[in-house]
């Protein structure tokens, strides 16, 4: 028994290591800059990416997959982005940070509702 709890802490802790740089852009401690171009822009063109390659390939499942991952990964930028805001030097930067996360949340719930009800009228055409 106390060899699995050994062998449990190894694991949480190398994942709390590996995973440092996001767990510190949730708590607001990251540079403005790296999670908004990094973490923010970056990765949704992937997300964007992948899933445009799920729909013309025709592969519903993993269209469905992909819009519950980016609605998750939303919320956890979204809440990143804004906890970060006032880490930059100049104060527009973060306002504007702020300001566009609210854009980019109405637009993803708008975005994911309507990618949602097409793959729902896909399924009830099955």
Known sequence: MRHELTETLGFARF?????????????GEERLGKVFWGYG????ILFAACFIGAVYSDRVMLQQFLLMAFAAYTVWILVAVWRCAGNTRELFWGFLARLLTVAWMV???????????D?????LQL
């Open 107 to 117: 637009n993803t719930v708008l975005v994911l509702t309507f990618l949602q009800l």
């Open 41 to 44: 822009i970056a990765i949704s």
């Open 15 to 27: 994942m709390a290591d590996f995973f440092a740089p996001e767990i510190r852009a949730w708590r």
């Open 119 to 123: 793959l729902l009228i896909r399924y």
